[in-house]
């Protein structure tokens, strides 16, 4: 298995502009996270969905972050427009979750966001 | 109280040694525990899960959990300057919106 995928790497724009981040999960894991990471804040879970579903988005910092999750293998976690402050590292992991447990959390490799 | 409650360190361990991280939580019925090793511009890598009390062992590392205490440990035996790192400690909560919760993170020096 390839593990959980992002795009892109990295990603440098200018304030005011649209910046959108991509995400596969492990194939076969039905619950998708997006976390933030800085060093003032640690890690931040923005939002995560279940089955394609958004369960819980209080994470998420206002109206400018928006999240979807069209089908089991893909997500979108989209800022606009954006601001410097929120530079950082956003990271995508994916899990199975069964019964009321939850399963390993895999971790993609993450998204160096930059905003000037 | 912080959900999930580490303490962040530095915590630094002569090579060799046994280094022992711990991590308390506050919603008791919490039922699944992880413990990630995180190296500096890397992301968060699984090494250990455990959900049941007691102890659990995988190569150098161990895992305790006590749930009725509310916390759980990592040790690793014969630390390597490799295992240099912040180690997350994550625990699901049940009340509320069920989420897996993550501490702060306790940064581990190996030294030489």
């Known amino acids: 298995d390839a593990g959980v995928i992002q795009s892109p790497r990295h990603e440098v724009t200018e304030m005011g502009q649209e910046v959108t981040l991509r995400c596969k999960p492990i194939?076969?894991?039905?619950?998708l996270f997006w976390y933030r990471q800085t060093m003032m804040r640690g890690l931040e879970l923005l939002i995560y969905?279940?089955?394609?579903?958004?369960?819980?988005d209080s994470g998420m910092p206002e109206d400018r972050f928006s999240a979807k999750m069209p089908n089991a293998s893909f997500s979108t976690l989209k800022i606009q427009p954006s601001e410097p402050r929120d530079s950082a590292v956003y990271f995508c992991?994916?899990?199975?979750?069964?019964?009321?447990?939850?399963?390993?959390?895999?971790f993609g490799p993450g998204t160096r966001l930059t905003v000037l | 109280q912080k959900e999930v409650e580490q303490n962040s360190g530095p915590l630094s361990v002569p090579e060799g040694a046994i280094a022992s991280l711990n991590c308390t939580y506050s919603?008791?019925?919490?039922?699944?525990f992880f413990w990630y090793r995180q190296y500096s511009g890397k992301s968060p890598e699984l090494i250990m899960s455990?959900?049941?009390?007691g102890d659990k062992e995988d190569g150098r590392f161990t895992a305790q959990l006590n749930k009725a205490s509310q916390y759980v440990s990592l040790l690793i035996r014969d630390s390597q300057p490799s295992d240099s790192a912040t180690y997350l400690c994550?625990?699901?909560?049940?009340?509320?919106?069920?989420?897996?919760?993550f501490g702060q993170g306790t940064r581990l020096t190996i030294n030489p």
């Open positions: 919603d008791r019925g919490s039922q699944s």
């Open positions: 455990i959900y049941s009390n």
């Open positions: 969905f279940n089955n394609n579903v958004p369960i819980d």
């Open positions: 992991a994916s899990s199975f979750r069964a019964s009321g447990i939850w399963y390993e959390q895999f």
């Open positions: 194939s076969g894991h039905n619950s």
């Open positions: 994550a625990v699901n909560q049940v009340q509320g919106a069920q989420k897996l919760v």
